[in-house]
């Protein structure tokens, strides 16, 4: 096993994580001089312009009495939560912690003058969760040659600091603060680095090398920039379409902020929660999931409801999430998801069909039981490669219920696209045959992206079981964060000897957890007559049309028994 694998292993085992944003911006917790401000929380300074000197005198108003670090880590630990992440510093560059190098810090600066992070630390050793630290390391509207800086009149992501004054910045703040968490509080889990603007590589190498050095276990996490972490970071709440390669995780909020609002009562409900976490898991994605404690220190109580929601269904199925692998079918099923560990299968169940039925599953099945009844099997049978399950009326679980699927010898599936339980056949972009289209590429959400190019096409191979007559869908996915996909393209559909053309209308909005920050929209082509048997479909572009440059962003096409 290799370093990066040794550090990565209790990472890859958790599954479930902690994000706190907590600093000076939950004082005026979305307000400035009695004005809501529009965006995330902790962007305040920036969003409003706030001078340094009058977002300094937050420091003089913060004072978390009421911040008790056993409560938070003992409701992560009950969350079922394995590490915690917590901002050290944001890019409004205030230290939540005693930095020698500066006084600008939680310590020095505010009335409450103690250290919560040595307390949160020996919390976190006491209920075994990692304790990791989020730290800002480009981006610092304080410092003048931090990134960022609206005065100058770049976009946060181009800044326009001179290198020079940018090198001194890292070598005088960014540099000690992040050796001073690495010595002062004792075994760290990961530093989570952020917005990386335009540090070199060089640069991010250097960081990387100093969470090395200083603690060689330490993971160093992919917003370091240039390749240089130790795994990998989706977009804030992006969740992927598939499969991904290699170790990521997905940071995602509760409402819409990540730092306190007062105003932001946009609540995610548990069972959408559950959803995301169960997703992720079965993509081999870790969910690191945040709360946006007050400026008196208390988590909101509509946080600490869902934790505690998310930690009674952990309670019972855990097994299904920590330590789990990923989906070895390529696509998700309409019915829910699947997660593995050696010999079995955990098929997590958003939908309760009565009849399941999993196609493509070579091995013997020796046994099918409820995670939240053990002694309750359920009843099973083999029908060549489809395996199907009878399911009990009365489900364990109002939101995600979970069947265990115990198997002999090593795990064999075919991973043709075939129908579901209901008949539905879902044929993913990334999954294509994308020879007739060399210029397309998958983005790291899944869909398929930079696909312009008119006459180029994509292929799937499918197997169905049965005739009949299809409806068939094609999905776009959004590449954009809360921004529709591009419309107006012209298609058509290859398949069994019949030709479906028209232009895309994305006239149905998706509706999951998924599509609220990336949203998804379908267009009805028409409908096929096809034998059982192989098929080939294919999608050709035929114009990009309104859309122009954003080309076809595809997520999926879906064959539906009509």
Not at 66 to 79: G, H, I, M, P, T
Not at 113 to 122: F, K, N, S, V
Not at 430 to 451: C, F, K, M
Not at 535 to 546: A, F, P, R, S, V
Request: with cysteine; aromatic share 10%.
């Amino acid at each position: 096993m290799s370093e990066r694998d040794e550090r990565l292993r209790w990472w890859r085992e958790a599954r479930f994580g902690l994000f706190i944003h907590w600093g000076l911006y939950a004082v005026p917790a979305g307000f400035w001089k009695g004005r809501p401000v529009a965006s995330i929380g902790e962007w305040i300074m920036r969003n409003a312009k706030i001078p340094i000197d009058e977002y300094e005198g937050l420091a003089k108003q913060f004072n978390p009495v009421r911040f008790n670090a056993e409560e938070w880590v003992s409701l992560a630990a009950r969350a079922g939560m394995k590490y915690l992440v917590i901002t050290a510093k944001h890019h409004d560059g205030f230290a939540m912690y005693d930095s020698p190098c500066t006084e600008y810090d939680l310590v020095d600066a505010t009335p409450y003058g103690h250290d919560i992070m040595a307390d949160l630390a020996e919390a976190c050793q006491r209920h075994g969760l990692k304790l990791c630290f989020y730290y800002s390391q480009a981006q610092d509207w304080h410092h003048p040659g931090g990134a960022g800086h609206w005065e100058h009149g770049a976009d946060w992501h181009q800044s326009a600091i001179a290198p020079e004054a940018f090198a001194a910045y890292l070598e005088e703040k960014a540099k000690p603060q992040v050796r001073e968490l690495l010595t002062q509080y004792g075994p760290i889990g990961l530093i989570w680095f952020d917005t990386p603007v335009t540090i070199t590589e060089p640069q991010s190498a250097e960081f990387a090398a100093l969470v090395h050095e200083l603690q060689p276990d330490c993971l160093v996490n992919g917003r370091v920039g240039h390749d240089q972490g130790d795994y990998s970071s989706l977009g804030d709440n992006q969740i992927p379409r598939g499969p991904v390669t290699g170790d990521w995780e997905t940071p995602a909020t509760m409402n819409d902020t990540w730092g306190f609002k007062s105003d932001d009562h946009h609540w995610k409900s548990v069972g959408d929660l559950l959803y995301l976490l169960v997703d992720l898991a079965s993509k081999g994605v870790n969910y690191l999931l945040n709360v946006g404690p007050t400026a008196e220190g208390l988590i909101p109580p509509e946080s600490v409801e869902r934790l505690e929601a998310i930690g009674r269904w952990m309670d019972v199925n855990g097994e299904a999430i920590w330590g789990t692998t990923g989906n070895p079918w390529p696509w998700e099923f309409e019915w829910g998801r699947v997660t593995v560990k050696p010999g079995r299968l955990f098929l997590l169940c958003y939908r309760w069909p009565g009849t399941l039925r999993l196609a493509g599953l070579r091995n013997r099945v020796t046994g099918a039981r409820l995670l939240a009844d053990p002694l309750r099997a359920v009843p099973f049978r083999q029908e060549a490669e489809t395996l199907v399950l009878d399911l009990p009326a009365d489900r364990p679980d109002p939101l995600v219920s979970v069947i265990e699927v115990s198997l002999a010898g090593e795990l064999d599936v075919d991973t043709t696209p075939a129908p579901q339980s209901s008949g539905l056949v879902v044929l993913p972009g990334y999954l294509a045959d994308r020879a007739a289209a060399p210029e397309t590429t998958i983005n790291r959400g899944g869909s398929v992206t930079d696909w312009r190019q008119p006459g180029s096409a994509l292929s799937w191979t499918l197997k169905l079981t049965r005739p009949g007559r299809y409806a068939v869908r094609v999905v776009l996915g959004s590449p954009w964060h809360r921004r529709p996909p591009p419309g107006g393209q012209t298609v058509t559909v290859t398949a069994a000897g019949q030709r479906l053309s028209a232009m895309l209308q994305n006239d149905q909005l998706v509706e999951s957890p998924r599509a609220q920050y990336y949203p998804e929209a379908a267009t009805a082509l028409g409908e096929l007559v096809c034998e059982a048997g192989e098929h080939q479909l294919t999608l050709t572009l035929n114009d990009c049309g309104e859309a122009g440059e954003a080309g076809l962003p595809l997520a999926e096409v879906q064959l539906l028994p009509a």
